[in-house]
């Protein structure tokens, strides 16, 4: 099992030479300024940056649609509860069931934001390789233990995955075959589950102590891969001023 974030890490665009600091605070930012937006009216723009980001990172399109599925399917629950369940202006109404003004407006919100924060998110994690995204979060003050963690998980959920589907495998070879939620698919399943927990558990355990072994913790890392040049200050600096007009036009959407 693989995500494949780091697939088109290697890629020649203006974004894939941003260097990874910079890309992850001008990003970051922008992506906490679209969260920030609540008015419809700014939704375009929030769109339009989105794309044009995108498109200079020259991922393919194919890989943002891939990682949006999953994603997606807990949004498209929201496009059947919220229209139908929120608010009180009646736009169409379908015997018992009628579409409501306030909560199909708050879906495309939603919606929206969805898209623009994960596609950005896509393309920050997208076009450098995870390591070095990680450690450009050390050299920004992330605590190492949180950083080693996110990293380690990164690692070693598709061992757990892998695992996983070895186990169900063996138990369908077994002859175990699921039959709605009776006593013994629910022991099974437990059982099944509890297993995988005690793998996970003695494998950490094993990674931890040869980590121990080749001096972890000891060697001081040197972060000068991340000094900053002319050009990924200019991109950050961009950056940061488009999310700071994204900020300014939602306040003055709100009349503040």
């Known amino acids: 099992?693989?995500?494949?974030?780091?697939?088109?890490?290697?890629?020649?665009?203006?974004?894939?030479?941003?260097?990874?600091?910079?890309?992850?605070?001008?990003?970051?930012?922008?992506?906490?300024?679209?969260?920030?937006?609540?008015?419809?009216?700014?939704?375009?723009?929030?769109?339009?940056?989105t794309a044009v980001i995108f498109a200079v990172s020259r991922l393919p399109l194919d890989f943002l649609m891939h990682r949006l599925r999953y994603p997606g399917i807990f949004v498209g629950a929201l496009a059947v509860v919220l229209p139908l369940f929120s608010g009180s202006t009646v736009l169409v109404s379908l015997g018992p069931l009628a579409i409501r003004q306030e909560g199909l407006l708050a879906f495309v919100l939603i919606?929206?934001?969805?898209?623009?924060?994960?596609?950005?998110?896509?393309v920050l994690f997208g076009t450098a390789p995870f390591l070095k995204t990680i450690k450009a979060t050390r050299s920004l003050g992330l605590s190492p233990i949180l950083a080693d963690m996110m990293l380690l998980s990164y690692r070693y959920i598709y061992e757990v995955a892998a695992d996983l589907t070895k186990m169900q495998t063996a138990m369908r070879l077994r002859?175990?075959?699921?039959?709605?939620?009776?006593?013994?698919?629910?022991?099974?399943?437990?059982?099944?589950?509890?297993?995988?927990?005690?793998?996970?558990?003695?494998?950490?355990?094993?990674?931890?102590k040869a980590?121990?072994?080749?001096?972890?913790?000891?060697?001081?890392?040197?972060?000068?891969?991340?000094?900053?040049r002319p050009y990924d200050l200019q991109v950050m600096a961009l950056m940061i001023a488009v999310a700071t007009g994204f900020v300014i036009a939602e306040l003055a959407a709100r009349g503040l």
């Open 111 to 122: 919606f929206v934001k969805f898209i623009c924060i994960l596609t950005l998110s896509l």
């Open 175 to 208: 002859g175990f075959r699921a039959h709605g939620f009776s006593r013994r698919t629910l022991n099974a399943l437990a059982i099944l589950a509890g297993s995988l927990l005690v793998r996970s558990y003695e494998r950490s355990e094993r990674i931890y």
């Open 1 to 49: 099992m693989d995500l494949g974030l780091e697939t088109y890490a290697n890629l020649e665009s203006p974004l894939h030479r941003w260097g990874v600091k910079q890309k992850l605070i001008g990003l970051t930012v922008l992506i906490f300024a679209f969260a920030f937006v609540q008015h419809l009216i700014i939704l375009p723009a929030m769109l339009l940056v």
């Open 211 to 228: 980590m121990i072994l080749r001096g972890y913790g000891r060697a001081k890392i040197s972060y000068e891969e991340f000094q900053a």
